[in-house]
């Protein structure tokens, strides 16, 4: 079983910043793809962000330039770099990552819990 525990969310007036982690733990051989997605109220869970195992990334249009995603390996961790936030940045952040908890087993895919992220003056 894999665990992943998300922190760093919270409220900040437009134009700030915030940091969010997702680390993963529990029973892990590789992770491939890690990434972000969030959810506001009344609209369907959209991705933010995906980092994979090589570094390659992809971003949503609304957050490239803004949002950086990044990932260390060594502590099955991913983070999300989150600048110049606005209003319509609010919302449930939730992190994925594929885990493949053994050699040769298809990847799987696990959630977290979700962060609040509220960017209102």
């Known amino acids: 079983q894999v ?14 910043s915030l940091r969010l982690s997702c680390a ?12 972000w997605y969030r959810q506001a109220p009344g609209k ?9 195992s090589g570094g390659s ?5 609304s957050v490239k330039g803004r949002f950086t995603i990044s990932r260390d390996n060594a502590k099955n961790t991913v ?15 939730y992190c994925n990552a594929e885990v493949s908890e053994h050699k040769g087993w298809v990847p799987f895919d696990y959630w977290g819990q979700g962060t609040q992220v ?3 003056s």
Do not use: C, H
Request: without cysteine.
């Open 118 to 120: 509220t960017v209102s």
């Open 57 to 61: 990334t992809n971003y949503a249009d």
């Open 24 to 35: 993963a733990s529990g029973t892990i051989f590789s992770i491939n793809a890690m990434g």
């Open 3 to 16: 665990q992943l525990v998300e922190s760093g969310g919270g409220w900040v007036q437009p134009g700030g």
């Open 44 to 52: 369907q869970r959209e991705l933010v962000a995906v980092i994979i």
């Open 79 to 93: 983070y999300l770099q989150m600048n110049s936030l606005k209003p319509e940045d609010t919302a449930v952040y």
